[in-house]
């Protein structure tokens, strides 16, 4: 068992946690549960031998441990992060037995053997994968997969689990849930970080609420709901129905892109697709069907091989021209292609104004100023927006991609999984902010695979599979059930 005792964190500007006790039961999952900057992070963060705490006491098995990053290794505690962590040039295989070299009864090794492990190791927890497949050929899901058979095979006796569903589709979710199962049936003590409640309920034993740093309610599952949870990660209920988003269709005005026969290599195969100024349309697909590459075209982040794109009657260009045009990318991978890691956090928000209006004069204070603004509008929790956007939490630093582009009058706004790890409230906030966007006359896109985020915003929905369109849906009758069957239709 892993228990981490009243332990309190401060980081320059602001108390991260505050007296925290949780303990973490072999066997069982435990979710962590809590808006953006409530505190999770820095939890896992000291559970991992990351951080040190500045008072409180972690104990392994009921005797008094001071973790480092190897400490906690040896003791066989690992962490799954947002990010995954694979060698993409390298083969399955070659993944889940990485820095081992297995070896026969003679004493000899060889990639057969390597191979063999790997398929044993797998079948423990119930991947099933092409052990000879290159790991840059495999889904989010199986790559997900992958490193959870790689942790658990190591012996772990304790897994951390950051947003582990991020941008899987329902079924891909399903698949990973009997694998956490089978995990902990092996005696596992999971710690499972979601801002979906919904699987918590589903699959956590456990769980604990964290508010602003501190402990605020816990205890068994089965005892809780949805309902409850909200109102003890935020003292209130908050609505993410589309009844109290929507707020009713708008009338579509004029043709903002136009896409005819669309290919884009082997991942868009003939696509065509128009997109009217006054609505929000939703593109739901997982990895591989098409959807991100559909939307990196609309945005002029990527070029077709073959077909046409117009952006306000005008051919397709390059992203900075699409910019001075008032089309706006928001993409998946914030840390990649959105943020300056390293610059601070008021900076990165007007990133946006820099593109569409490279000759307006700049001024330090004035940007702070909006940030906050921004910011508090998106309930950002940032001691300082001087500071560097790289100490921000994965969902504040999501806040501050989107506040950026919302301040900016973008006239096509196309969004990549644009809440993942966002909380509930923030989740409200930006969704009604989208609706306001789509009223005042501005075209937006969602890439997205939230079903509730669908029903949310969506005027219509567009269901990819395997580079064509498979389907098309208003908001209105997007029903999870729905989405499956245009999904699944061969």
């Known amino acids: 068992m892993i228990e981490l005792q009243n ?3 401060s980081f320059p500007g602001a108390r991260a946690l505050t007296d925290v006790s949780v303990e973490f ?35 392994v098995d009921g005797r008094p441990v001071r973790l480092t990053p190897r400490d906690a290794r040896e003791l066989h505690i690992r962490v799954l992060h947002q990010e995954r962590q694979v060698a993409l040039t390298r083969s399955v295989a070659d993944n889940v037995v990485l820095g081992e070299a297995p ?20 079948q423990r927890v119930g991947v099933e994968l092409d052990v000879r497949a290159p790991v840059a050929t495999l889904s989010v899901a199986q ?3 992958l490193e959870l058979a790689r942790a658990v095979t190591f012996d772990a006796r304790c897994l951390i ?55 605020v309610g816990g205890g ?92 306000m009657g005008k051919p397709g260009s390059t992203r900075r021209r699409a910019a001075m045009r008032g089309v706006a990318l928001i993409p998946a991978d914030r840390k990649r292609e959105g943020l300056l890691l390293d610059r601070p956090i008021h900076e990165n928000s007007e990133l946006a104004g820099d593109a569409a209006h490279p000759l307006t ?17 998106l309930g950002l929790k940032a001691s300082d927006v001087r500071l560097a956007v790289r100490g921000l939490s994965g969902g504040n630093q999501q806040k501050v991609l989107i506040d950026r582009w919302l301040r900016v009058d973008a006239r096509v706004l196309v969004l990549d999984e644009p809440t993942v790890g966002i909380d509930i409230p923030s989740k409200a906030e930006i969704y009604r902010q989208l609706r306001a ?42 029903t999870e059930q729905a989405l499956f069957a245009l999904g699944a239709r061969s």
Not at 106 to 121: F, H, P
Not at 361 to 377: E, K, M, P, T
Not at 450 to 455: G, T
């Open 7 to 9: 332990v309190s964190k």
């Open 25 to 59: 039961t072999p066997g069982r999952v435990h979710a962590l549960v809590g808006e953006n900057g409530a505190g999770k992070s820095t939890l896992i963060k000291i559970a991992s031998g990351v951080l040190q705490p500045d008072s409180g006491e972690i104990r």
């Open 103 to 122: 070896r026969n009864r003679l004493g000899l090794s060889g990639q057969w053997l390597v191979e063999r492990e790997a398929r044993r190791r797998l």
């Open 143 to 145: 790559r997900q997969l």
């Open 161 to 215: 689990m950051d947003e582990p569903t991020a941008s899987l589709h329902p079924d891909e979710i399903g698949q990973l849930f009997e694998v956490v199962r089978r995990v902990r049936e092996h005696g596992v003590s999971v710690v499972y970080i979601s801002h979906h409640l919904s699987e918590v309920i589903a699959l956590a034993d456990d769980y604990t609420v964290l508010r602003d740093g501190r402990r």
């Open 220 to 311: 068994l599952v089965e005892d809780t709901t949805t309902d409850g949870l909200v109102a003890q990660m935020f003292g209130s209920e908050v609505s993410l129905r589309r009844e109290d988003i929507h707020g009713g269709g708008t009338e579509p005005g004029d043709v903002a892109a136009r896409l005819r026969g669309v290919h884009f290599g082997r991942r868009l195969k003939g696509v065509d697709l128009d997109l009217r100024f006054g609505e929000t349309v939703v593109i739901n697909g997982p990895v591989g069907s098409g959807a991100a590459e559909l939307g990196r075209i609309l945005s002029g982040a990527a070029r077709p091989t073959a077909g046409s794109v117009e952006l």
């Open 361 to 377: 004069w700049y001024s330090a204070v004035r940007a702070a100023d909006r940030c906050r603004r921004g910011g508090r509008r």
């Open 437 to 478: 966007l789509t009223r005042a006359g501005a075209a937006v896109v969602v890439l997205s695979t939230e079903y509730q985020e669908i029903r949310c915003v969506a005027d219509r929905v567009i269901v990819m599979r395997d580079g064509v369109v498979a389907g098309e849906i208003p908001g209105v009758d997007a």
